[in-house]
């Protein structure tokens, strides 16, 4: 969404402040007016987090002069974004602040776009790179992948909360960054097989990400403030590498392709980062790369690495593997134009030990 350039140049739209650490909640009406930003605030939240995450927020807003309205969302479908944005054009708000999970933080993200508002994300957990991304997926609308929103004026994640999250969400979001182990690689191919455009410096940020929270698996897994820190900055920085590229690539490559096949075709999907961690797995075996060690530290980390992990049934496991690459048919990857064949599928997950 950025403005109209001439075709060599490029579009970086980044957040200007990022905060991360304990207690750091409470900063965001301080945080608001130091980048100028006064008047009146949207708070977008969920139900869940209404009474925790969002009254921390509330409050320090009030506690800056702020006027403030709560929308609570259930889920990010286009109704709850509609919602939203009529809230938005009634209280005409200066600033939305998105408080929650994701799904939260991908309907403040949207709406506030819609309406051409500023927003800010306050995480509360680090289930995937969507909290710092200008990325936005979205159930209910024709196509099951993410496209280009635009970037938070400021990131605010408290690893207080976020570190009380459900381990589950935090062992998502190391799948998901772990995920562009491969998604790096599929970039790269698509660059030599497609001529695509690739960007080093996005890159080689998204590849550091996920080398960092490999690295640090056993202070993740012990859920230490340190832990939970690298991989919240993982996860930010996985959403600028994607601001920088102007384009999901760096981020999301036929591991993700995977995941999105699975969300939209098992009967209980289990979550995003979840669904990538595995598809990682089996790409890495495909590009001829370390899919051992992927597959260690998804085990020492607490993620799933089989289907009957995932909760998903093998049958859904190679249909996604045999049909992903038709869902997003301009993504090159490493699944190729036709996609795998049932019978190189089956010797993917078999060897990897997804499906025994
Ligand atoms: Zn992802």
Do not use: N
């Given at each position: 969404m950025g403005p109209q350039l001439p075709s060599d140049s490029h579009y970086m739209q980044l957040p200007r402040e990022v905060l991360i650490g304990?207690?750091?909640?409470?900063?965001v009406g301080e945080t608001l007016t130091r980048l100028r930003i006064r008047g009146r605030a949207l708070i977008v939240t969920g139900p869940k987090v209404k009474n925790i995450a969002a009254d921390i927020v509330l409050d320090s807003l009030n506690d800056y002069g702020f006027s403030t309205e709560i929308s609570v969302v259930e889920g990010s479908t286009t109704e709850q974004v509609m919602m939203v944005e009529n809230k938005i054009n009634a209280f005409k708000p200066d600033i939305i602040v998105g408080v929650g999970g994701g799904k939260d933080i991908d309907v403040a993200k949207l709406s506030s776009m819609h309406t051409s508002k500023q927003f800010l994300s306050v995480p509360t957990a680090a289930s995937h790179d969507g909290i710092a991304s200008p990325l936005v997926s979205m159930k209910?609308?024709?196509?099951p992948y993410s496209y280009v929103a635009h970037s938070p004026v400021a990131i605010i994640a408290d690893t207080s909360i976020i570190g009380k999250s459900p381990y589950r969400l935090i062992a998502s979001g190391c799948g998901d960054v772990v995920a562009k182990y491969t998604a790096v690689r599929d970039w790269k191919l698509a660059h030599r097989i497609k001529n695509e455009y690739y960007g080093d410096y996005a890159a080689e940020l998204a590849i550091m990400s996920s080398r960092l929270v490999m690295k640090n698996s056993s202070s993740i897994r012990m859920v230490s403030e340190s832990g939970v820190r690298t991989l919240v900055e993982a996860l930010i920085s996985c959403g600028v590498a994607m601001s920088i590229a102007g384009t999901s690539r760096p981020c999301s490559g036929a591991e993700h392709l995977f995941s999105h096949y699975l969300t939209m075709t098992a009967p209980k999907p289990a979550l995003h980062g979840e669904q990538c961690g595995v598809g990682t797995i089996m790409c890495a075996y495909l590009h001829g790369a370390n899919w051992e060690l992927i597959k260690e530290v998804l085990h020492k980390i607490g993620a799933p690495t089989t289907s009957t992990e995932l909760g998903i049934e093998p049958k859904y496991v190679l249909e996604a593997l045999i049909?992903?690459?038709?869902?997003?048919?301009?993504?090159?990857?490493?699944?190729?134009?036709?996609?795998?064949t049932k019978e190189a599928a089956q010797r993917v997950a078999t060897i990897t030990g997804v499906v025994t």
């Open positions: 304990k207690q750091v909640a409470p900063l209910g609308m024709d196509r049909k992903a690459h038709t869902i997003r048919p301009e993504r090159y990857t490493i699944l190729g134009e036709s996609g795998l």
